[in-house]
């Protein structure tokens, strides 16, 4: 079958500043990602997509953009860019970037000269402000808690659904659209082979920025905030950028909505080529649930792709471990062999491979997430799950930074353990399951057909062929007869007597 790389491919999560750090700042860099390029090689992976690391002043750890041309210093230059994008193509990984257009950084260029202008004037313009008097224009509240405008000292406000170091841009304003057109073809002249997009169903807001009750403030598919009907012409005008380029340029769009049907209106022959499939990383450890969005998913979006943690939420071993304590390793392994036995692609996020739980114990003081601040400390915020990763070694920094270098969030001593040099050693860790699942998932993935049909399942189970493959997951108390079979190809965990234990899943021929 031929279909773009994209399609079918495993694309695992950079989350830079917590990689790895190779000039000894303790903060993750471009340098250390190149370093280690082999381990991503060797852990099967077809592609990278590396979080934010241009100019910026790290109020949203490089989320809040001051150039979208350049290289934070903080994270190398753009020569360092270019050598990872030579390395990574000499291995045969694609590499992603990510494209942030619903904000800029309070210190862009544009921000600045907004600031320095009056009421009205065309700088102003490519923002989003309004009069208000003594309150706010609206009652809009920040993603981050707390209101979404900041009032500047001639009196006008300004929007930012983030933190206030993140004003939005103004969509209805040209200007926007040509230098985002512009800012993606910079990169793709560089060599990148795609874009996440953040707050992909931001970028427009209704028109006269109405009071809008809370609960339609939340992510859903067609709100005054979120998802509006216009921003899907900014995505018809940048796939026409995407198919100028050779070589299958892609797109993938962070869309929280409600709906499959909203999810699918991004992911259009003339829009992006995916977007994240969040109802699967928002399902409870439940087969009814799992199924529910399997085929919600199958049914309607077009290039579907799964996705169980990443860098805004609580790592998936650490979720599932909420409802039933110590379940959540063994459960975040079987939920892996599904989604990636499910047609589409599938997004890792760093550290998953090495079976990271969420550190819900960061000393207070060392918390950077904007959340945990703007909350008033009530909400812990998402540096649980960006803490650097521990690579080798039997103390911190664990090979993340040079040793003696203090990393930008302590680890734990746990995490000694679960260094990937450790696992690498150990044919039993969840790395070497991790790349055994990626190697045989890689041999049969283009013999696999396009859709899947259910079996009947035992009560707390779930089993479904794609073609010659049979995959099973149980999810309830009680082991399960396995399903018919020949072969068992790769299991979750241990396998007794020609049953699947609970929390467990398989793929059998
Ligand atoms: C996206 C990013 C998140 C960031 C936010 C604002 O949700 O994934 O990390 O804080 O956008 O840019």
Request: hydrophobic fraction near 40%; include cysteine; glycine fraction near 8%.
């Amino acid at each position: 079958m031929d279909f773009p790389w994209w399609r079918d491919a495993v694309v695992y999560e950079i989350y830079v500043r917590s990689f790895a750090d190779a000039s000894g700042d303790g903060v993750g860099d471009l340098a250390g990602v190149r370093r280690r390029l082999p381990y991503l090689a060797d852990l099967g992976v077809d592609a990278v997509w590396l979080s934010p690391f241009y100019r910026s002043p790290m109020a949203d750890g490089g989320y809040d953009v001051s150039d979208y041309r350049d290289v934070d210093p903080l994270f190398g230059s753009l020569d360092d860019f270019d050598a990872l994008v030579t390395d990574a193509h000499a291995r045969g990984l694609r590499v992603i970037v990510d494209i942030v257009p619903n904000h800029s950084s309070d210190e862009h260029a544009w921000f600045q000269a907004a600031l320095a202008a009056p009421a009205g004037s065309p700088e102003r313009a490519r923002y989003l402000f309004a009069d208000g008097g003594e309150l706010p224009p609206n009652n809009w509240q920040s993603t981050f808690s707390g209101p979404a405008w900041t009032r500047l000292p001639d009196g006008q406000w300004y929007l930012h659904l983030f933190a206030p170091e993140q004003p939005d841009l103004n969509w209805r304003d040209p200007v926007v659209h040509a230098e985002f057109l512009d800012v993606l073809r910079f990169w793709l002249d560089r060599g990148v082979d795609g874009f996440r997009i953040d707050v992909a169903m931001g970028l427009y807001k209704a028109a006269g920025l109405p009071d809008t009750p809370p609960e339609d403030q939340a992510f859903k598919a067609e709100s005054p905030i979120w998802g509006r009907p216009e921003t899907h012409e900014v995505y018809r005008e940048w796939r026409k950028v995407l198919d100028s380029y050779p070589g299958d340029r892609m797109a993938v769009g962070e869309v929280w909505t409600d709906s499959a049907e909203d999810l699918a209106r991004y992911v259009r022959p003339d829009e992006l080529q995916q977007s994240f499939n969040f109802a699967w990383l928002q399902a409870p450890w439940s087969p009814t649930a799992f199924r529910e969005v399997i085929d919600d998913t199958l049914a309607t979006v077009p290039s579907p792709t799964w996705v169980l943690s990443n860098h805004d939420v609580v790592r998936h071993r650490t979720r599932y471990d909420e409802t039933d304590p110590g379940t959540g390793l063994a459960r975040a392994k079987a939920a892996l062999l599904v989604m990636l036995a499910l047609p589409g692609s599938a997004y890792l996020y760093q550290g998953e491979e090495l079976g990271l739980p969420e550190v819900t114990d960061l000393p207070p003081g060392t918390r950077q997430d904007p959340i945990f601040e703007r909350s008033g400390g009530e909400l812990f915020g998402r540096d649980g799950c960006r803490v650097p990763l521990p690579w080798s070694g039997t103390a911190m920094p664990y090979g993340f930074s040079p040793d003696g270098a203090r990393p930008w969030l302590p680890q734990p001593v746990e995490w000694a353990a679960l260094s990937a040099e450790r696992q690498a050693a150990d044919p039993g860790s969840t790395l070497a399951y991790y790349q055994r699942a990626l190697a045989l998932r890689r041999s049969l993935r283009r013999s696999l057909p396009d859709g899947i049909a259910w079996l009947d399942s035992p009560e707390g189970a779930l089993v479904f062929t794609r073609g010659t493959l049979t995959c099973a997951i149980n999810c309830g108390p009680d082991p399960v007869p396995l399903p018919p079979h020949e072969r068992v190809l790769l299991s979750s965990g241990s396998i007794h007597a020609g049953t699947l234990p609970p929390d467990t899943a398989v793929w059998l021929s």
